[in-house]
């Protein structure tokens, strides 16, 4: 089941049956069944307060996912909660040069793939997720049509 919640902010427009069927479909191209995810939108603050009491990391992030793929017996479930700052996103995309929208979808499969094993924190492994996230993309891109 996937949940979706905000603590502080309003909730993001997206399309919960539709991102559902493409969150459900990224997983399964990495061979895994989705579990219960539990996404909380929050501020900036909010996730800073999470970085510093879960991680002990004094910065503001994007998004943090806390994997709890341990509670299921079988290997290929995952499941876990996945927090992500609107206000961060907002500011990447003006960054980036990207839509809102874009950034935020960007955000919600790159804690999917965390879960799925996919990292981004040693050597060339920043250009592996990000080639998978614009493979999910456009994946999402084929479903909306």
Excluded at 32 to 50: A, N, S, T, W
Aim: net charge negative.
């Amino acid at each position: 089941m996937i949940t979706y919640n905000v603590d502080g902010v309003k909730m993001p427009k997206i399309k919960k049956r539709e991102t559902n069927a493409w969150i459900k479909a990224v997983a399964a191209d990495h061979g895994k069944k989705v579990g219960d995810i539990g996404y909380m939108f929050v501020d900036d603050e909010r996730i800073l307060e999470c970085n510093r009491q879960y991680l002990g990391h004094d910065y503001y992030t994007d998004v943090i996912t806390f994997d709890y793929d341990d509670d299921y017996e079988e290997e290929n479930i995952i499941g876990g909660d996945i927090v992500i700052s609107l206000d961060t996103i907002r500011t990447n995309a003006e960054k980036f040069g990207k839509t809102y929208e874009d950034e935020l979808y960007r955000v919600i499969i790159h804690g999917i793939l965390h879960l799925c094993g996919i990292n981004d924190k040693g050597p060339g492994e920043r250009e592996i997720m990000e080639a998978h996230e614009d493979k999910a993309l456009k994946m999402l891109t084929e479903m909306k049509k």
